[in-house]
């Protein structure tokens, strides 16, 4: 699955302000920012991702995720360890 497919899942599940993905084959890479996140702890932030791709997950398409989620304020802090 590419990356900007993935993306777009997310981006249309998530009310976002960036979603950064790095798919190598079935592996996959992200970093989610929305200010939905606020007050959150990681686990429901993730649980939040996974359900923009869980079809993905079940069918073998996506195998490994790895995910880093931020509030906007977090990311202002954090995004210069991301290429900015």
Known sequence: MKA???KALIEQGIDSEEVRVDA???NVQLVVVSSVFEGLLPIKRQQLVYGCIQEQIADGTIHA???KTF???Q???EKVFYGG
């Open 4 to 6: 900007l497919d993935i």
């Open 71 to 73: 509030t906007p304020t």
């Open 65 to 67: 995720v790895t995910m």
């Open 24 to 26: 190598n084959g079935n």
């Open 75 to 77: 990311w202002q802090k």
